[in-house]
């Protein structure tokens, strides 16, 4: 009987930690759209990010007209997010990146450092739409960048809905030497929204898109990314998966393109 007991209570324990509310924490239902919501004062959260995109790079280096094989490219990032208060939020990124090479390995390099502060205008619902901002510095080993975000969001009953006014403004590296600047604005908008099935179990779909007007390079020009997500909400722990087709170019990848026909994001966020 006492086993019986102890098995009841373990369960009613599972069953309060799975449908715990997400007031711990800053959870992200969207992979690539910022929510209003930020952290309360004091509370500190880390979150990892995963990107997947499949290229194609060459079966053999020494043979530029060989054939071609499926390779990952990955883009790896931690997040560590603070709450100065609670409508001011700070975070800190490290970001490393692996490349596919010719011959069916990648190259996994540290790409530098992301340092962002995140805002909201007013409390939820106080607006017909709730408003934020965010602003980023990035300083990566080949490039400077400032964005910007203008965050939107709307709860009707069980959907949320989430967008990002997204823009960046960057310098690429190398910087010395006559003609070697290279200033891009890149439009980077997103946008979706979620259905709350339980508080943990919330399915969705995103938009993203990234790129510049009035360019034809095959990684400058906009690429737009359509696909379902969904989030898993555990309190304290939360996971957003999202997996796009991409919309610009749904075939192979063209040579030397770093977007794929596909594109996953999976990010893991941890409340301390």
Known sequence: MSQLKSIINYGWLLMAVSWAPSAFANPRPLPFTYPYETLDEGALEVELYGDATPLR?????????????????????????????????????????????????????????????????????????????????????????????VILAKRLQRWHLMANLWVEETERRPLDGPG????????????????????????????????????NDVNDRIHHFLGPTVHLDFGKLWWSLGVYAHLSDLGVPQVDSIYGPVWARSVLGVNL
Not at 195 to 202: H, L, S
């Open 57 to 149: 790079p060459l079966l053999d280096h020494n043979d530029p007209t060989g054939p071609r094989i499926w390779e990952p490219a990955y883009l790896l990032q931690n997040e560590i997010e603070y709450g100065v208060s609670n409508r001011i939020e700070l975070g800190f990124y490290q970001v490393f990146e692996a490349q596919p090479v010719d011959g069916g390995t990648n190259s996994m390099v540290f790409d530098g450092f992301k340092w962002r502060m995140r805002t909201r205008l007013a409390e939820a619902g106080e607006w017909p739409i709730d408003v934020g901002l965010y602003l980023e510095l990035e300083t990566m080993h080949d490039e400077l960048s400032l964005e910007e975000k």
């Open 180 to 215: 070697q600047r290279s200033f891009h604005f890149v439009v980077n908008p997103t946008g979706g929204f979620v259905y709350q099935v339980t508080p943990v179990f919330q399915p969705g779909i995103e938009y993203w898109a990234r790129g510049e007007f009035g360019t």
